[in-house]
């Protein structure tokens, strides 16, 4: 059984950091594509960040990029989304997936097992 366990998620002020952590089970985690998605409420799931199986490819969001920092740990079969500037517009509930195969993708359909997402709460 596929387990993606996120952790990390908490209240922080703007302008302060979080690390977000996913640990894998029940699958060979270093032959995954792995990405972070967002909700935010009342709105869509949204991508946030890929990397690939080895960590050779890694995508970001425009809203992101330069801020936040996806990386791979794979003897530990976990994910890591380091999360710097934070914005009140990063207010959401983070979740991690594991694609279908070794490569990433920014479309949320091609990710076949989801955790069950961690909460961020900027303050203003």
């Known amino acids: 059984q596929v387990q993606l366990v996120e952790s990390g998620g908490g209240l922080v002020q703007a302008g302060g950091s979080l690390r977000l952590s996913c640990a894998a089970s029940?699958?060979?985690?270093?032959?995954?594509?792995m990405g972070w998605f967002r909700q935010a409420p009342g709105k869509e799931r949204e991508f946030v960040t890929s990397?690939?199986?080895?960590?050779?490819?890694?995508a970001y969001a425009d809203s992101v990029k330069g801020r936040f920092t996806i990386s791979r740990d794979n003897a530990k079969n976990t994910v890591y989304l380091q999360m710097n500037s934070l914005k009140f517009e990063d207010t959401a509930v983070y979740s991690c997936?594991?694609?279908?195969?070794?490569?990433?993708?920014?479309?949320?359909?091609?990710?076949?097992?989801w955790g069950q997402g961690t909460q961020v709460t900027v303050s203003s």
């Open positions: 990397i690939s199986w080895r960590g050779g490819n890694i």
């Open positions: 029940g699958l060979t985690f270093s032959s995954h594509g």
């Open positions: 997936a594991a694609a279908a195969g070794a490569y990433s993708s920014t479309y949320s359909f091609d990710y076949k097992y």
